[in-house]
């Protein structure tokens, strides 16, 4: 079977607040109905209080009921979808091989795993075993998985309609299917994949959607798929104004990388966001040239050489990383104290997903976007949208209003090595057969614009 994660060290994703030491007992999980079993493994980690979003829709989701669930990113979510179904899942048999039980899709590798690792433990409490299924990697395991018999199967939508095509998967004995990061995956352009999978799934199977939004773009799957939902909104569509620092840094273009590098020099755990891939890459180059070690994270790595970048950056290795919107939706790591925006956003629920990154579950955090003098109407209107009210500064390289703002610093000026990264490499068919290989081909066009 699937091997287990070491419970005694779960991911940031599964932290609770820090207020939760003393909190009274007909506030924590076992009031929401948990298993018994469930409620100990939270509380081993000293999780005892439920987050708001938790406190929502874990009942109703327990109870049997369709649920739509929106919360800030970093409101607790996984937890949320991933209770609720453990539990439900717990009370059954094993999954007969080929057939999982539940379904929990996501949009991206990097969140499948994030998912995958915090809900394992869990899932060992009370003998639920899961498994992901992703692309970039080889299919020989997840097949192996699958032919075993897995209970839960937490996928992106590209990897697992080819295993469905491939014959190692079957979605007519799923019970509950969960859509994490709904708009996300509607914004991506995977809604026809999306839409296709889901009604490979039981009609009376019970569906959880959560999302940082809920807006018109997954209208389509909640009319279609979703019986008498209820709605639990813990959060406004905007981002946070009592955590979160806003910032509008105006300016000269010629100064634009001068600023950036020196951002990037400060103290303290950073996320750099560029709107393409070409752009992470250049400004990674460039600042190891003058002295900033710094990970880029883009969906043209190798999915090895995106899992070693998150895991430096996690593990305070690398400092600052750099990322496409698309590759870091849904990453969630702890004390990130600053988010910049290198390019800004093209709109505001790309502003939003990217600011979320920081001022998580209570801590501070800020928000800087570079701003050239151009762009400043355009940019302005969108943070409108996204609810922002950004103090505007005038900054240039080694002002001090810049250090004062960001900690910005002078950058050493002593280059650093960039390791060479492996090449992409097509994976072999498991079956040897004329199926597609496991790199995607064009169908899977909008993962590779990012």
Do not use: W
């Not at 988010?339 to 979320?356: E, M, N, Q, S, T």
Request: glycine share 10%; hydrophobic share 40%.
């Amino acid at each position: 079977m699937t091997a287990f994660a070491d419970p005694s060290t779960f991911p940031s994703i599964f932290e609770a607040p820090a207020d939760t030491a003393d909190a009274a007992p007909a506030e924590g999980f076992d009031a929401l109905g948990l298993p018994h079993q469930l409620v100990r493994t939270l509380a081993r980690e000293g999780i005892v209080t439920p987050f708001e979003i938790q406190k929502a829709t874990v009942p109703d989701a327990l109870a049997g009921r369709d649920v739509l669930g929106r919360g800030q990113t970093g409101s607790g979510k996984t937890l949320a979808f991933g209770l609720p179904l453990l539990a439900r899942i717990a009370k059954g048999g094993k999954a007969r091989p080929r057939h999982p039980r539940a379904l929990i899709l996501v949009p991206t590798r990097e969140l499948a795993m994030q998912v995958n690792d915090a809900l394992l433990p869990l899932g060992k409490a009370v003998g639920v075993y899961l498994k992901t299924a992703v692309g970039g990697v080889p299919y020989d395991r997840q097949i192996e998985a699958l032919d075993r018999g897995v209970e839960v199967i937490v996928a992106t939508p590209g990897r697992l309609k080819d295993l469905i095509e491939r014959r190692v998967c079957v979605l007519d004995e799923i019970e509950i299917t969960v859509l994490d990061e709904a708009d996300q995956m509607a914004d991506l352009g995977f809604l026809p994949e999306v839409t296709e999978l889901l009604a490979k799934t039981p009609e009376g199977s019970q569906r959880l959607l959560f999302s940082a939004t809920l807006d018109g773009d997954v209208d389509a799957l909640v009319k279609r798929f979703m019986n008498d939902p209820v709605t639990h909104a813990t959060e406004a569509a905007v981002a946070s104004v009592t955590t979160m620092d806003h910032h509008l840094l105006l300016i000269p273009p010629h100064d634009k990388f001068g600023v950036a590098a020196s951002i990037a020099a400060r103290e303290g755990r950073t996320m750099m966001f560029a709107r393409t891939q070409m752009g992470v890459d250049r400004l990674v180059e460039q600042l190891a040239a003058v002295g900033v070690r710094a990970g880029g994270l883009h969906g043209g790595k190798t999915q090895r050489a995106r899992t070693r970048t998150l895991a430096e950056f996690k593990e305070g290795r690398v400092k600052v990383l750099v990322a496409t919107d698309v590759a870091a939706r849904g990453i969630h790591v702890d004390n990130v104290s600053l988010v910049v925006h290198i390019d800004p956003p093209r709109d505001a629920k790309d502003y939003l997903h990217r600011a979320g990154r920081t001022a998580r579950a209570g801590e501070s955090g800020s928000v800087a976007t570079l701003v050239l003098p151009k762009q400043r109407r355009s940019t302005l209107a969108m943070l409108g949208k996204a609810g922002v009210e950004p103090a505007e500064t005038r900054v240039r390289v080694g002002d001090a209003a810049l250090a004062e703002l960001t900690g910005a610093r002078e950058p050493s000026g002593v280059p650093v090595v960039i390791a060479p990264e492996e090449p992409r490499r097509p994976h072999r068919p498991a079956n040897g057969g004329g199926h597609r290989q496991g790199f995607r081909g064009p169908r899977s066009g909008p993962r590779r614009t990012h």
